[in-house]
Nanobody, 114 residues
Framework: QVQLVESGGGLVQAGGSLRLSCSAS????MGWFRQAPGKEREFVAA????????RYADSVKGRFTISRDNAKNTVSLQMNSLKPEDTAVYYC???????????WGQGTQVTVSS
């Protein structure tokens, strides 16, 4: 079974940075999603199994970077220039190519103060 555990969340001031990490597997594409209070869960970033293809939501493009280390079975999300609107619970997720994201972590809270 795929088991995903996020880490690295916390409280940061606007303009600061955080780095989130998650377990991963070379069998799967990996993604990051977030959910703010009162809002639907939204896509943030994704990376394919080899790490050669990435994509980002427009709201985070240029500020966030997704990467993976298959030797360590980890996926990371480097978040720079954080804004208060980035405040949310962040989830890592995994999928087999062509499928939905079927595997989800428990989520980690990111809070950006103004």
């Amino acid at each position: 079974q795929v088991q995903l555990v996020e880490s690295g969340g916390g409280l940061v001031q606007a303009g600061g940075s955080l780095r989130l990490s998650c377990s991963a597997s070379r069998r799967y594409d990996m993604g990051w999603f977030r959910q703010a209070p009162g809002k639907e869960r939204e896509f943030v970033a994704a990376i394919n199994w080899s790490g050669g293809i990435t994509r980002y939501a427009d709201s985070v493009k240029g500020r966030f970077t997704i990467s993976r280390d298959n030797a360590k079975n980890t996926v990371s999300l480097q978040m720079n220039s954080l804004k208060p609107e980035d405040t949310a619970v962040y989830y890592c997720a995994a999928r087999v190519y062509g499928s939905n994201y079927n595997y989800w972590g428990q989520g980690t809270q990111v809070t950006v103060s103004s």
